[in-house]
């Protein structure tokens, strides 16, 4: 049989490749709700685990198919005012979007929800929850060149890593008192580091 690798109980990776050295401590007012899907929780070019170990107010729900009472358990919190990091596109336009640095309401904190995905299963996902597509949406203003290119292909030229993309919706958010530049650092430290181990061959869909 198989000898089991041992497994950081922290960052949950194999101690081979345990990502908590890389954690950056990230102060930040949102609150994030990471919808992942299971086949990125085996995917160690995953960058999800490195920001739920830097942000402390990142929450990561594994799933596909969520009942509607779930769904409304994770979307709708008390005193939470909800939106979507998600472009608007044909097969699931977007509501009415919540526009870019507004504040939540009074006594109200924001709830930023990223589904972290393929492209292809990320749009599934929201046309299989019309809850979720019914979210005031977020969508990132020209983001900026992707680290994650030398180690996961792109079929979409505006798509960057889920901890990139979730640190862009940050700064749109909460503005120049947002500091994300030690987590980018760390970020291409991990991309590096997996690059490195990579064998020779085509890179995988981004999520």
């Known amino acids: 049989m198989p000898r089991c690798r041992a497994a950081c109980r922290r960052c949950l990776r194999p101690q081979a490749t345990c990502l908590c050295a890389l954690a950056r401590p990230t102060a930040h007012r949102t609150d994030v709700l990471v919808l992942q899907h299971p086949q990125e929780l085996r995917q160690a070019k995953n960058s999800v685990a490195l920001l739920r170990l830097s942000l402390a107010r990142c929450e990561v729900v594994v799933g596909e198919c969520f009942s509607p009472a779930t769904l409304q358990a994770l979307l709708h919190r008390p005193g939470q005012q909800t939106l979507l990091l998600y472009p608007d596109v044909p097969l699931a336009p ?12 009074p006594g109200r904190r924001l709830r930023l929800v990223v589904i972290d995905a393929t492209w292809r299963k990320s ?21 900026g060149p992707t680290r994650y290119r030398a180690i996961r292909a792109a079929r979409r030229p505006d798509q960057v890593s889920t901890l990139e993309a979730t640190v862009q919706a940050l700064a749109m958010l909460e503005g120049p008192g947002f500091e994300a530049t030690p987590l980018l650092e760390a970020f291409g430290h991990f991309v590096a580091g997996v690059a490195a181990r990579q064998r020779p061959g085509r890179p995988q869909a981004a999520n």
């Open 94 to 105: 977007a509501p009415p979007a919540l526009r870019a640095g507004a504040e939540a309401g």
């Open 123 to 143: 749009l599934r996902l929201l046309l299989d929850h019309p809850a979720l597509a019914a979210l005031p949406r977020l969508a990132l203003q020209a983001p």
